[in-house]
């Protein structure tokens, strides 16, 4: 495909909202962690909007490539979760991980 294909274009706006947006997580700056996101679902609908034609290695290879950034931005998203909660814990005196000494996990409102 040439380089103009919008499929490809699209794409490629995806996997630079990607590295936005994983350069934002670590560096918690949330409105650029917002703008990024918001770009990448946007990109994400211009993409599904081509449909599922069969695409060819140059297209597979881009979304491949946006696939692996989303994994990353996910493990980011997991890492920050487990902390914010890790220091929950700690503020309310519950270090013990959530759970009680009966076994039953702590609700959590």
Partial sequence: MTPDNPRRTALIGVIESLHQEIQALKTNDIVALERATQDKLRGIETVAAFGT???DADIRELAEEANRLNETSRIYVNLMAAN???????LTGDAGAGYRANGVRAAYA
């Fill in 53 to 55: 034609a069969p695409a």
């Fill in 84 to 90: 914010v909660r890790r220091r929950l814990q700690s």
